[in-house]
C-alpha cells in the first residue's frame, strides 16, 4: 500500500491543506508539536462530542455511560457531564477524577473485580447511582457497609453469559472462564440476584454484562443478549416480575485502526441491540421491557486522538528491515506490545505524499518488542526530525501510559474552532522523583 493516509482513520475535523499539511480543529499539527513538544497527544473535540451525541441519538437519553477507562481525565469529565452521558469509573481512582470534576454521583456506574471496602464506601458516601457487584464477597462488603449507616445501593450484577466475542483473549471477557462476574451456567447469577432481591441491605436494579471490546461482528451481541434476557426471566420468577429493571450490554463496539477496516456504525450497532432485545424477551415471555442501557469506550474516544511523535533515528538493515525510531513507545501505547494491536502511521506535514516505503516504528525503550507499527506505509525520503502521527490512539493509549525506562508521561491537548487548550501537562524529570521518600 503506497496511497496516502486514509482520512476515515482520523478525527472528523481533519484537513489537509494545499501543501499537505494535516490540520486537527483547525491546528496545523507540526505547529501544536513546535508549542507543546512530542510526543502529544491531541484530541479533536467536535469529533468526542459528535460521538457522544450520535451514541444519544442511537440509544437515547440516560441510556449511555462512558467507558472512562478509555481516556480520563477532568476535562473529559467534563465534556462527558455536558454531553449529557453516565460516567462508568472502574476503581477508586477513577471515581476520584470523576468526582474531582463535579460529575453527578448519581451518572455514575462503579465498576471493579475486586473493589475495596474504601472504593465501596466511598462510592456509597458519594452517592454514586448504580454499584456493579462482581462477586458474592462483595455483595458481604456492601450489605456490611450498610449496616454501618451507608446509604442503600442501587445494584446492578455482572453476569458472564459464556459467549465469544471473536476479539484478543485479553480484552474478551463474557466467556465463562473470566475473572469478571457471576457466571450465569452453574446457577451463580440467579443466586446472587436472589440474595440482592432479598436483602433489606441492597436494591436490584438490574443485569449488567461487556462481552469484549473491539468487536466487529454486531452477532456476538445479539448472542450475549439472549442469554441474559433468559436469565433475568429465571430471576423474576424468584424475585417477582419486574425485579430486573434495567440491562446494561456493556461497551466494545470496534473502531478503524488501519486502511481497510470497516467497523458497524452507532446507528447498525443500536439496531442489532434492540433487535435482539426485543426476540429476546418474546421468547423469554418477560411481560415489562427492562431499560436499555451502553457503556461504550474505545468507539467514543478512539478516533478523536492522534499521538504526534518525532523521528530520531533511522536505522536501515540491507535486505532486512527498516527501523523509523521516534521519542515515545509502548510507555504512552501499550496496546502494540501487549496484544499486537496494529496501527498506521504518517508523516502529517507531508499528509498527501505516497507512502511506499515499508518501515517499523519503534519507540524509544529498552525492549526489542518496543514496536509501535511494524510494517507502517512511510513517504520513501522520511528523514530524522520529521514529525509522525499515528491515527486512532485516543483510547486505551494516555488511559495506559506508563513511566517504563523513566520515561515521563506525554502533554494531552484538546483542539477545536483553531484553538488548542492543554489538558494534561507533560511531566518533566521532577515529575518521575516526585513519590520517592529519599
Ligand atoms: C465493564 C466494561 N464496560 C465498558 C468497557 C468499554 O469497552 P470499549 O472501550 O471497548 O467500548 C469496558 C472495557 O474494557 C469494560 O470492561
Same mark, same amino acid.
Given at each position: 500500500m503506497s496511497a496516502p493516509i486514509d482520512l476515515r482513520l482520523l478525527p472528523a475535523t481533519a484537513a489537509v491543506s494545499s501543501d499537505g499539511r494535516l490540520s486537527i480543529g483547525g491546528c496545523d499539527l507540526g505547529e501544536l508539536a513546535a508549542r507543546f513538544g512530542t510526543p502529544l497527544f491531541v484530541y479533536d473535540e467536535t469529533h468526542l462530542r459528535a460521538r457522544c451525541k450520535e451514541y444519544v441519538a442511537a440509544f437515547g437519553t440516560d441510556s449511555v455511560a462512558y467507558a472512562g477507562k478509555a481516556f480520563l481525565c477532568r476535562a473529559m469529565v467534563r465534556l462527558v457531564a455536558e454531553e449529557g452521558l453516565h460516567l462508568d469509573v472502574a476503581t477508586g481512582g477513577e471515581l476520584h477524577v470523576a468526582l474531582a470534576a463535579g460529575?453527578? %454521583?448519581?451518572?455514575i456506574v462503579f465498576h471493579g473485580n475486586n473493589k475495596s471496602d474504601e472504593e465501596l464506601s466511598t462510592a456509597l458516601a458519594a452517592g454514586v447511582g448504580r454499584i456493579v457487584a462482581d462477586s458474592f464477597a462483595e455483595l458481604d462488603r456492601l450489605e456490611a457497609l450498610v449496616k454501618t449507616g451507608q446509604p442503600i445501593p442501587r445494584v446492578m450484577l455482572r453476569v458472564t %453469559? =459464556? /459467549?465469544?466475542?471473536?476479539?484478543?483473549e485479553y480484552i474478551e471477557t463474557g466467556t465463562e472462564d473470566s475473572k469478571f462476574g457471576f457466571p450465569v451456567r452453574p446457577g451463580d447469577a440467579v443466586e446472587a440476584a436472589r440474595r440482592v432481591a432479598a436483602s433489606p441491605h441492597l436494591e436490584l436494579a438490574g443485569l449488567h454484562c461487556h462481552i469484549g471490546s473491539?468487536?466487529?461482528?454486531l452477532q456476538s451481541y445479539a448472542a450475549a443478549t439472549a442469554i441474559v434476557v433468559g436469565l433475568a426471566a429465571q430471576i423474576e420468577e424468584a424475585? =417477582? %416480575? =419486574?425485579? /430486573?429493571?434495567e440491562l446494561n450490554l456493556g461497551g466494545g463496539l470496534g473502531i478503524a485502526y488501519h486502511d481497510g477496516d470497516e467497523p458497524p456504525t452507532v446507528a447498525e450497532y443500536a439496531t442489532v441491540l434492540r433487535r435482539a432485545l426485543d426476540e429476546a424477551l418474546a421468547d423469554a415471555g418477560l411481560a415489562h421491557r427492562p431499560a436499555l442501557l451502553v457503556e461504550p469506550g474505545r468507539s467514543i474516544a478512539a478516533t478523536a486522538g492522534v499521538t504526534l511523535y518525532r523521528v530520531g533515528t533511522i536505522k536501515e538493515i540491507a535486505g532486512v528491515r527498516t527501523y523509523v525510531a521516534v521519542d515515545g513507545g509502548m510507555s504512552d501505547n501499550a496496546r502494540p506490545a501487549t496484544y499486537g494491536a496494529r496501527y498506521e502511521a504518517f508523516l502529517p506535514e507531508r499528509a498527501t505524499a505516497e507512502r511506499p516505503l515499508i518501515a517499523t516504528v519503534a519507540g524509544?525503550?529498552?525492549?526489542?518488542? +518496543? #514496536? #509501535? /507499527?511494524?510494517n507502517a506505509t512511510l513517504?520513501? +525520503? /522520511?528523514?530524522? =526530525?520529521d514529525l509522525l502521527c499515528t491515527p486512532a490512539t485516543g483510547a486505551y493509549g494516555y488511559a495506559m501510559a506508563s513511566n517504563y525506562n523513566k520515561v515521563p508521561r506525554p502533554a494531552v491537548v484538546f483542539v477545536g474552532g483553531g484553538m488548542a487548550r492543554p489538558v494534561v501537562r507533560r511531566e518533566t524529570f521532577d515529575d518521575l522523583l516526585r513519590l520517592e521518600e529519599e
Open positions: 460529575f453527578p %454521583p448519581a451518572r %453469559p =459464556g /459467549v465469544e466475542a471473536h476479539t484478543h473491539q468487536i466487529h461482528v424475585a =417477582g %416480575p =419486574g425485579a /430486573v429493571k524509544k525503550h529498552c525492549e526489542q518488542g +518496543d #514496536l #509501535l /507499527v511494524r513517504p520513501a +525520503d /522520511v528523514a530524522v =526530525g
